[in-house]
């Protein structure tokens, strides 16, 4: 029988694991807060555990003690992300923006159900600090800041950047792009919709928009309303992929210089699709169902660049409804006189040519054009019964 002897592998192994344990238990014994910490449950009812950490995240011990209890002060856990919220503390925020807006119940409800948004995201004083801010400084009127209230995510607003930061950012544009006040107030009102403009370091934009002035004669008033109206996704490309999408565009509508420019500022984000893959087949498109020659077609697509994010399916779904209604020629007449006309939905081309029918009102071109496809339901109405009385 072998005798055991105490550098066995299994004995150093066992004595390890022992001397592990007392450790772990000594600290936890004294750090009770600690513990408490470690042992939170989050908002799904489980319990955090030690074990999951990297074995960097538990070198010191102490200093993860101190900051994480002045950080559950705040309503928040260094490690574990953020401590579960009490029902008091999310009535009180929500109590404070219902009285500030005037609120209803409902629309108070309507702020507790978001779990993401602005008002259960920061501290009472946090969330007010933002709200004069953008009140007193950047001049938001009540309607501005009621609608950045309700937006789904945090992430999605201009509350998601500090103070000072978007103070440096607007000095920053001011300086570079040499805007007034007013276009610095609506990039900063835009935020709360678009925050692009606040998430792309000054230098970077600097460089993008050198690139807009150079390539297309982009003037400081354009980079304003580029700041404004853009695609988050265009002032996040970069120039290597912008500059092949402008270079195809000049290209398929023979357009240099301003013209390409203009063409281009009226939808910039013709500059996210793919050129080739996704713009060519529905110029294919237009061009074989509409009789369009090279000349028109240029001119169609620049009367309204919006066409070119229908898709091909929708287009021929109306234009085949239009055909159905009209005939072949004039069908085809209407949508090729006004490309905006594809954009209304067939709802509503269908149900009033229901309410027309129903009063034997013929379904002529104009009609469609003009009644039909542009007037508001007042209109469309008062133009019924004034027909119905004629009749």
């Not at 200093?63 to 029902?87: I, S």
């Not at 300086?175 to 990039?187: A, K, R, V």
């Not at 835009?190 to 600097?206: D, Y």
């Not at 404004?228 to 002032?235: G, K």
Request: glycine content about 4%; some cysteine; aromatic content about 10%.
């Amino acid at each position: 029988m072998k005798r055991w002897r105490p550098c066995h592998p299994l004995f150093l192994r066992a004595s390890t694991l022992l001397l592990l344990l007392l450790i772990f238990t000594h600290c936890t014994t004294k750090n009770d807060a600690f513990l408490r910490l470690l042992h939170t449950p989050d908002n799904n009812g489980r319990r955090s555990s030690v074990i999951a950490w990297p074995i960097s995240h538990s070198n010191d011990i102490g200093f993860f003690q101190w900051r994480n209890t002045q950080q559950a002060k705040n309503g928040y856990h260094g490690l574990f992300g953020r401590l579960p919220r009490t029902h008091a503390e999310e009535q009180a925020r929500v109590e404070y923006v219902q009285k500030r807006f005037n609120l209803t119940d409902n629309e108070a409800d309507e702020l507790i159900k978001n779990k993401e948004g602005v008002v259960l995201s920061y501290t009472t004083p946090t969330l007010a600090s933002k709200l004069d801010f953008c009140q007193d400084e950047l001049r938001f009127n009540r309607t501005v800041l009621k609608k950045m209230m309700f937006k789904k995510k945090t992430s999605h607003t201009l509350l998601r950047c500090s103070n000072q930061r978007i103070k440096a950012k607007l000095a920053c544009f001011k300086t570079s792009f040499d805007l007034d006040d007013d276009d610095l107030m609506g990039i900063a009102r835009a935020g709360c919709i678009n925050p692009a403009a606040f998430s792309i370091r000054p230098e970077t934009l600097e460089e993008k928009f050198m690139w807009f002035r150079q390539r297309l004669y982009f003037t400081d008033r354009q980079i304003a309303k580029l700041l404004l109206q853009t695609d988050p996704r265009v002032l996040n490309l970069p120039i290597g992929s912008l500059e092949p999408k402008v270079d195809w565009l000049g290209k398929r509508f023979g357009l240099s210089g301003k013209d390409l420019g203009s063409f281009i500022m009226d939808k910039p984000m013709l500059l996210t699709l793919k050129s080739e893959e996704t713009i060519e087949p529905k110029l294919v498109w237009l061009q074989e169902n509409l009789h369009l020659s090279n000349e028109e077609l240029l001119s169609y697509v620049c009367s309204f660049p919006n066409i070119l994010t229908w898709g091909v399916d929708t287009l021929e779904e109306k234009l085949e409804y239009f055909q159905e209604i009209l005939g072949e020629e004039e069908g085809r007449e209407m949508v090729r006189s006004n490309p905006r006309l594809f954009t209304y939905g067939l709802k509503r081309y269908k149900t009033r040519v229901k309410d027309a029918e129903e009063i034997e009102l013929s379904i002529t071109l104009k009609l469609m054009r003009v009644q039909l496809a542009l007037y508001t339901d007042e209109q469309w109405f008062a133009y019924l019964t004034r027909r119905q009385g004629e009749a």
